[in-house]
């Protein structure tokens, strides 16, 4: 129009209503040029991308509010436009209409996102009821037409708005109106060219007669993106005030989901959001539709659904059983919904990932509390009917994970009254669904389930319940045996998850296998004794015990004992006592054989233990190492050195302010001198007890039978000069000072003078008896390295007497106290032997050779 012809149209403006209308479409014509040259302009510069479109939408919605808020063309005919002006009228209206769309055009050829601007139409076309409402789907349906030709022109789609302008075309094509739901239609078509080109160029669309074929185009078509963003624009519908629009959105939603959910992705988002929502609004006018979503969902995506389900405060409050509800009521995914769960049982409640090396356990209030609302969920998902089969699938993990679910919340540091108990009645609900009722009936008698809340009482809960089981003979023992015996065989994820699978395991056995087990199931109680978890070792340390009547009749006995002696070298002290008892009750069974194959490895793994700081171990050590020699006196030939070597600390912790440990050594050392056909018993006993004397009676056997002991012997003891207990420090200078008197022609003059040195030291000790008693033998060994000759003198010396040698001896401590007169056989000598001053005179006289001193020998 030209410029002429709007004045003349401006002229011939009066107050009434015609001319106002006219006066309107004139302004309206006005704004949308001065509009299209912004948003052109701004399209065409180098404004940041995000702010450009923020900007055009803002001029679009004004330039679109004022447009189709004018009434329609026909009305303003009804006003009665004279016949000259008809003509400019319907040029300047339909221009006007022009102006919007062709903006809109030449904003969608330079750039495909600016479709979101149709998108926004049709939400402006819903928020109030224009007069063109079809116009305005016309000019949407043109405009998705013309950008539908374009994308065949290009190598590469990308429209992300497309699902959230679907969900609108659907919404609309439920209209009233049937020209709207036709131009909704015509656009649905071109938007579905562009979607279905992203797939397959070559691939073209079809117009769908029916709504629920209409939306199975519309789920086919759409990427999975796309269908996700169509999928969740049409929830937001469900909140809508306007009922209609949201019983629309919740139709289209049931036939997409029906047909399509596996290809929607944000399923967390989605039920999280309908929480949101129900939670809000308890009587939400959509809630069944949204119920109705959640169980689509899990029939498609069960884990995401059962994931996001577990993620919420415990107990669950009533918005989320119902979504429990809905979520079971899908049977096609029982199974799947359950091996969820399964999965999300396997956590500890209050542990994240970094506390797993820690091994904390936190207050009930912490996070990771999902197994707890796991636990909860089964008491929700185990009684529905369609979930019997599942549950008849998955019931020895079931039974295990809600056990050691039971177990977990008995460790929670919470009270006892305030520990969630739902592990235990997802239990209950488990033995009743699958046809244990009256075990549960029997462990209710038994009083098991109200006591399961206490920490204390757990272990022997899980033993009622697999004795129970057991009793009545449950129909699932192959496939629970078979399940516990995989779990072990693969290891648990925590190490203290065994102690669960162990007490239960071994009940089960206990009642369906007589003593020993097969090898398959006894090799597991081999690989617990090493667990790292001291209840676990303990645990089969104790079932290994129990079958001690039989235990020649275990395949593999050697392994077994072996693995035995290796729970020897545990930190845990209770593991290494309950590994003593264990062994000596099988050795007690153990045919003479195998026990004489395996004396010497069991006898030297008890030393060690010996010097143990743990009293109770020390005296068991010591004690069933005798009882080791006692059962075992035809083999002494095989023993005696191995008796031989473990002297020092049989001798020395004589001392031992233990009783039993003291008590010990006296009962060790008694069998250790019958076997070795000393006189030392004598000493040993009660009334005639001196540890001095002790010592030189042994010493004075020692010398006489087996030398080659006595350089070893004192380094020994030297060992335990340094020990933190003094009685071990008195007895040692003790023993150490008979030894090198009584061996001292066996010693070079460097082990003579390390010894001064060790010695010199103790002198300094803490404890003023062991200085006392130190400086004695400090004297000791001045005097033998004063007498010290030539290594080769004394090499002749000791090859000519060593058979004969007896050396005349008095107690040279007088300790503990002082001694009158030494027994007789402490001082008898042998009258063929040398008496001391012989035997300095050869030690400090000085001969021409070898021959010379052969010679003295002989004569004296």
Same mark, same amino acid.
């Given at each position: 129009?030209?410029?002429?012809?709007?004045?003349?149209?401006?002229?011939?403006?009066?107050?009434?209503?015609?001319?106002?209308?006219?006066?309107?479409?004139?302004?309206? &014509?006005?704004?949308?040029?001065?509009?299209?040259?912004?948003?052109?302009?701004?399209?065409?510069?180098?404004?940041?991308?995000?702010?450009?479109?923020?900007?055009?939408?803002?001029?679009?919605?004004?330039?679109?509010?004022?447009?189709?808020?004018?009434?329609?063309?026909?009305?303003?005919?009804?006003?009665?436009?004279?016949?000259?002006?008809?003509?400019?009228?319907?040029?300047?209206?339909?221009?006007?209409?022009?102006?919007?769309?062709?903006?809109?055009?030449?904003?969608?050829?330079?750039?495909?996102?600016?479709?979101?601007?149709?998108?926004?139409?049709?939400?402006?076309?819903?928020?109030?009821?224009?007069?063109?409402?079809?116009?305005?789907?016309?000019?949407?349906?043109?405009?998705?037409?013309?950008?539908?030709?374009?994308?065949?022109?290009?190598?590469?789609?990308?429209?992300?708005?497309?699902?959230?302008?679907?969900?609108?075309?659907?919404?609309?094509?439920?209209?009233?109106?049937?020209?709207?739901?036709?131009?909704?239609?015509?656009?649905?078509?071109?938007?579905?060219?562009?979607?279905?080109?992203?797939?397959?160029?070559?691939?073209?669309?079809?117009?769908?007669?029916?709504?629920?074929?209409?939306?199975?185009?519309?789920?086919?078509?759409?990427?999975?993106?796309?269908?996700?963003?169509?999928?969740?624009?049409?929830?937001?519908?469900?909140?809508?005030?306007? &009922?209609?629009?949201?019983?629309?959105?919740?139709?289209?939603?049931?036939?997409?989901?029906?047909?399509?959910?596996?290809?929607?992705?944000?399923?967390?988002?989605?039920?999280?959001?309908?929480?949101?929502?129900?939670?809000?609004?308890?009587?939400?006018?959509?809630?069944?539709?949204?119920?109705?979503?959640?169980?689509?969902?899990?029939?498609?995506?069960?884990?995401?659904?059962?994931?996001?389900?577990?993620?919420?405060?415990?107990?669950?409050?009533?918005?989320?059983?119902?979504?429990?509800?809905?979520?079971?009521?899908?049977?096609?995914?029982?199974?799947?919904?359950?091996?969820?769960?399964?999965?999300?049982?396997?956590?500890?409640?209050?542990?994240?990932?970094?506390?797993?090396?820690?091994?904390?356990?936190?207050?009930?209030?912490?996070?990771?509390?999902?197994?707890?609302?796991?636990?909860?969920?089964?008491?929700?998902?185990?009684?529905?009917?369609?979930?019997?089969?599942?549950?008849?699938?998955?019931?020895?993990?079931?039974?295990?994970?809600?056990?050691?679910?039971?177990?977990?919340?008995?460790?929670?540091?919470?009270?006892?009254?305030?520990?969630?108990?739902?592990?235990?009645?997802?239990?209950?609900?488990?033995?009743?669904?699958?046809?244990?009722?009256?075990?549960?009936?029997?462990?209710?008698?038994?009083?098991?389930?109200?006591?399961?809340?206490?920490?204390?009482?757990?272990?022997?809960?899980?033993?009622?319940?697999?004795?129970?089981?057991?009793?009545?003979?449950?129909?699932?023992?192959?496939?629970?045996?078979?399940?516990?015996?995989?779990?072990?065989?693969?290891?648990?994820?925590?190490?203290?998850?065994?102690?669960?699978?162990?007490?239960?395991?071994?009940?089960?056995?206990?009642?369906?296998?007589?003593?020993?087990?097969?090898?398959?199931?006894?090799?597991?109680?081999?690989?617990?004794?090493?667990?790292?978890?001291?209840?676990?070792?303990?645990?089969?340390?104790?079932?290994?015990?129990?079958?001690?009547?039989?235990?020649?009749d275990i395949d593999n006995v050697h392994s077994l004992l072996m693995a035995i002696l290796e729970a020897f070298l545990s930190k845990e002290k209770t593991v290494v006592i309950r590994a003593l008892l264990t062994l000596r009750k099988l050795l007690?069974?153990?045919?003479?054989?195998?026990?004489?194959?395996?004396?010497?490895?069991?006898?030297?793994?008890?030393?060690?233990?010996?010097?143990?700081?743990?009293?109770?171990?020390?005296?068991?050590?010591?004690?069933?190492?005798?009882?080791?020699?006692?059962?075992?006196?035809?083999?002494?030939?095989?023993?005696?050195?191995?008796?031989?070597?473990?002297?020092?600390?049989?001798?020395?912790?004589?001392?031992?302010?233990?009783?039993?440990?003291?008590?010990?050594?006296?009962?060790?050392?008694?069998?250790?001198?019958?076997?070795?056909?000393?006189?030392?018993?004598?000493?040993?006993?009660?009334?005639?007890?001196?540890?001095?004397?002790?010592?030189?009676?042994?010493?004075?056997?020692?010398?006489?039978?087996?030398?080659?002991?006595?350089?070893?012997?004192?380094?020994?003891?030297?060992?335990?000069?340094?020990?933190?207990?003094?009685?071990?420090?008195?007895?040692?200078?003790?023993?150490?000072?008979?030894?090198?008197?009584?061996?001292?022609?066996?010693?070079?003059?460097?082990?003579?003078?390390?010894?001064?040195?060790?010695?010199?030291?103790?002198?300094?000790?803490?404890?003023?008896?062991?200085?006392?008693?130190?400086?004695?033998?400090?004297?000791?060994?001045?005097?033998?390295?004063?007498?010290?000759?030539?290594?080769?003198?004394?090499?002749?010396?000791?090859?000519?007497?060593?058979?004969?040698?007896?050396?005349?001896?008095?107690?040279?401590?007088?300790?503990?106290?002082?001694?009158?007169?030494?027994?007789?056989?402490?001082?008898?000598?042998?009258?063929?032997?040398?008496?001391?001053?012989?035997?300095?005179?050869?030690?400090?006289?000085?001969?021409?050779?070898?021959?010379?001193?052969?010679?003295?020998?002989?004569?004296?």
């Amino acid at each position: 129009m030209a410029v002429e012809d709007v004045l003349a149209f401006e002229g011939l403006l009066c107050p009434s209503t015609q001319e106002h209308e006219a006066y309107e479409l004139w302004n309206v &014509y006005a704004d949308l040029l001065c509009h299209q040259s912004i948003i052109l302009a701004i399209n065409s510069s180098f404004v940041d991308p995000i702010l450009q479109y923020e900007v055009q939408l803002k001029i679009t919605e004004s330039s679109f509010r004022m447009l189709f808020a004018l009434p329609s063309f026909e009305k303003l005919k009804a006003l009665g436009i004279r016949s000259e002006d008809f003509e400019d009228q319907e040029s300047l209206y339909q221009n006007s209409l022009h102006i919007f769309e062709d903006t809109l055009l030449i904003l969608v050829s330079k750039d495909l996102y600016k479709l979101q601007l149709l998108r926004e139409m049709t939400v402006w076309m819903h928020q109030e009821r224009w007069y063109l409402q079809e116009e305005a789907m016309s000019v949407i349906s043109r405009v998705l037409g013309f950008a539908s030709k374009k994308v065949t022109r290009d190598t590469s789609v990308d429209v992300p708005c497309l699902g959230v302008l679907a969900a609108e075309l659907a919404l609309l094509c439920n209209h009233t109106d049937n020209a709207i739901v036709y131009q909704a239609a015509m656009g649905m078509f071109h938007l579905l060219c562009m979607a279905k080109w992203q797939n397959d160029p070559n691939s073209s669309i079809e117009h769908e007669k029916s709504e629920e074929n209409g939306i199975k185009s519309v789920g086919n078509t759409l990427l999975p993106s796309l269908l996700t963003d169509f999928v969740w624009e049409l929830l937001i519908k469900l909140s809508e005030v306007n &009922y209609d629009t949201a019983s629309e959105a919740a139709s289209i939603l049931k036939l997409t989901l029906e047909y399509h959910a596996q290809k929607v992705t944000m399923v967390s988002k989605i039920v999280a959001f309908i929480y949101k929502k129900l939670y809000e609004n308890p009587f939400h006018n959509m809630k069944h539709a949204m119920l109705r979503v959640t169980a689509l969902l899990t029939r498609t995506s069960p884990k995401k659904v059962i994931f996001q389900l577990m993620d919420y405060p415990v107990p669950a409050d009533d918005t989320l059983i119902l979504m429990w509800q809905a979520a079971g009521s899908e049977p096609s995914v029982a199974p799947l919904v359950l091996k969820t769960i399964l999965l999300i049982l396997k956590g500890k409640p209050g542990e994240t990932e970094e506390d797993m090396e820690e091994k904390r356990r936190f207050s009930l209030d912490a996070t990771n509390m999902m197994p707890v609302a796991a636990s909860q969920a089964l008491g929700t998902f185990l009684p529905v009917g369609s979930y019997k089969k599942a549950v008849a699938q998955f019931f020895p993990q079931l039974l295990l994970a809600l056990m050691l679910q039971l177990f977990y919340s008995s460790q929670l540091r919470v009270m006892p009254q305030d520990r969630p108990l739902y592990a235990r009645d997802a239990l209950r609900a488990l033995l009743n669904c699958s046809g244990l009722q009256e075990v549960d009936a029997a462990l209710m008698k038994k009083n098991c389930w109200n006591q399961f809340p206490q920490a204390l009482y757990h272990h022997h809960g899980v033993h009622l319940i697999a004795k129970t089981l057991s009793e009545f003979n449950f129909p699932q023992f192959p496939e629970t045996l078979h399940y516990f015996y995989k779990i072990s065989v693969e290891g648990p994820r925590r190490s203290e998850d065994n102690i669960v699978t162990i007490i239960f395991f071994t009940e089960l056995l206990n009642n369906f296998f007589k003593d020993p087990f097969p090898e398959e199931f006894l090799v597991l109680y081999k690989h617990w004794i090493q667990d790292s978890n001291p209840i676990v070792s303990k645990l089969s340390l104790q079932k290994v015990a129990n079958m001690a009547p039989v235990v020649n009749d275990i395949d593999n006995v050697h392994s077994l004992l072996m693995a035995i002696l290796e729970a020897f070298l545990s930190k845990e002290k209770t593991v290494v006592i309950r590994a003593l008892l264990t062994l000596r009750k099988l050795l007690g069974k153990l045919d003479r054989v195998t026990y004489s194959s395996l004396c010497t490895k069991i006898a030297s793994s008890y030393c060690p233990l010996m010097d143990h700081s743990n009293g109770g171990i020390r005296s068991m050590a010591i004690r069933h190492f005798g009882e080791l020699l006692r059962d075992m006196n035809q083999y002494t030939w095989m023993l005696n050195p191995l008796v031989l070597s473990v002297l020092v600390p049989l001798i020395l912790f004589l001392e031992d302010k233990e009783i039993r440990v003291s008590k010990a050594c006296k009962y060790t050392l008694r069998i250790c001198a019958s076997q070795l056909k000393w006189t030392t018993s004598t000493f040993l006993k009660d009334e005639n007890y001196n540890f001095e004397l002790v010592v030189l009676n042994i010493c004075n056997h020692l010398v006489a039978s087996h030398e080659s002991y006595i350089t070893d012997l004192i380094s020994d003891t030297l060992g335990f000069l340094g020990s933190s207990r003094p009685y071990l420090r008195r007895g040692s200078v003790i023993l150490v000072g008979y030894l090198a008197k009584l061996g001292a022609y066996l010693l070079l003059r460097d082990e003579i003078e390390v010894m001064i040195e060790v010695i010199e030291k103790t002198i300094r000790d803490e404890d003023p008896i062991t200085q006392e008693l130190a400086e004695i033998t400090y004297g000791i060994f001045k005097e033998i390295a004063h007498k010290m000759t030539s290594s080769t003198i004394k090499q002749i010396f000791r090859r000519w007497f060593k058979f004969f040698y007896t050396k005349r001896l008095k107690p040279l401590y007088n300790w503990p106290k002082p001694q009158d007169s030494a027994p007789a056989e402490l001082t008898k000598g042998n009258k063929e032997g040398l008496v001391e001053e012989e035997e300095e005179e050869i030690l400090t006289k000085s001969y021409k050779s070898e021959e010379d001193l052969e010679q003295d020998v002989e004569d004296k």
